[in-house]
C-alpha cells in the first residue's frame, strides 16, 4: 500500500470540474517535500502535469492546477475534455524511507 | 529535441541478469540527475533508483538495493540499470527519467522498456 495514497478512480462528464487528492503524511508532504503530478496514458510513459506543487510545465494546459496544504495536495481538472482520460500519480520525497514515492495512481474516466 | 531512448529489455529467467540503457540527446546529458522507475503490470509507477549529475552518488529504494546498480557514462550520454539475481516479482515496464533541473520533479521519460522474469 502506497505511502501517498489516491483514489483509485475519479469520474466526470465533459465540461465538469474534477479533482484528484493525494493524502500523505508528516514524513512526506506534511514535512514540506514538494508534491509534483504525472498523467499516464495507457502503453504510454509518464508525462510530467504539476511539479513544485502548483506549477506547470510549458505546455500543460491551464484547466490543470495543484495545490498543497499540509499532508495533503490536490490535483483540479476543470473543464473536462474525453482526452483526459488516463491515470494520474502524484509523488513525493519520504524521509523515513529515504524514498521517492508515488501515489497508487487514480483512472480518470470521461463519461 | 529532447528525449531519452531506452533499449536492453526482454526476458530473462529467475536469478539471471540484464543491464538496461537509457540515451540521452538534445540536453546537457552530465548537468541532470538521473532515476529509473518501473512500472509491474496493471499496477502503479514505483521509484527505484537515482544517480546525480557526474555520478557520484547513487541511492536506491529497499526492493532493489544490493541487486541493481545505476550508472551513468557522459562519454555516452547513457544512463544504466544493471539488475541481476532477477525474481519474477521484477517483471515490468522500466522508465529513465531525468530530474528537473530545479527541482526532484521527472520532467523527461523515456519510452519504456518492459523486462520480463520468467522460466
Known amino acids: 500500500q502506497s505511502l501517498l495514497t489516491q483514489p483509485p478512480s475519479v469520474s466526470g462528464a465533459p465540461g465538469q470540474n474534477v479533482s484528484i487528492s493525494c493524502t500523505g503524511s508528516s514524513s512526506n508532504l506534511g514535512a514540506g517535500y514538494d508534491v509534483h503530478w504525472y498523467q499516464q496514458f495507457p502503453g504510454a510513459a509518464p508525462k510530467l502535469l504539476i511539479s513544485v506543487n502548483k506549477n506547470r510545465p510549458s505546455g500543460v494546459p491551464d484547466r490543470f492546477s495543484g495545490s498543497k496544504s499540509g499532508t495533503s495536495a490536490s490535483l483540479a481538472i476543470t473543464g473536462l475534455q474525453a482526452e483526459d482520460e488516463a491515470v494520474y500519480y502524484c509523488?513525493?520525497?519520504?524521509?523515513?524511507?529515504?524514498?521517492?514515492?508515488f501515489g497508487g495512481g487514480a483512472k480518470l474516466t470521461v463519461l | 529535441e529532447v528525449q531519452l531512448v531506452q533499449s536492453g529489455g526482454g526476458l530473462v529467467q529467475p536469478g539471471g541478469s540484464l543491464r538496461l540503457s537509457c540515451a540521452a540527446s538534445?540536453?546537457?546529458?552530465?548537468?541532470?540527475?538521473m532515476r529509473w522507475v518501473r512500472q509491474a503490470p496493471g499496477k502503479g509507477l514505483v521509484w527505484l533508483s537515482r544517480?546525480?549529475?557526474?555520478?557520484?552518488?547513487?541511492t536506491y529504494a529497499d526492493s532493489v538495493r544490493g541487486r541493481f546498480t545505476i550508472s551513468r557514462d557522459s562519454s555516452k550520454n547513457t544512463l544504466y540499470l544493471q539488475m541481476n539475481s532477477l525474481s519474477v516479482e521484477d517483471t515490468a515496464t522500466y522508465f529513465c527519467?531525468?530530474?528537473?533541473?530545479?527541482?526532484?520533479?521527472?520532467?523527461?521519460w523515456g519510452q519504456g522498456t518492459t523486462v520480463i522474469v520468467s522460466s
Open positions: 544517480i546525480n549529475s557526474d555520478g557520484t552518488s547513487t
Open positions: 509523488q513525493s520525497y519520504d524521509d523515513i524511507l529515504s524514498a521517492w514515492l
Open positions: 538534445g540536453f546537457t546529458f552530465n548537468s541532470f540527475w
Open positions: 527519467a531525468r530530474e528537473d533541473f530545479f527541482s526532484d520533479a521527472c520532467d523527461v
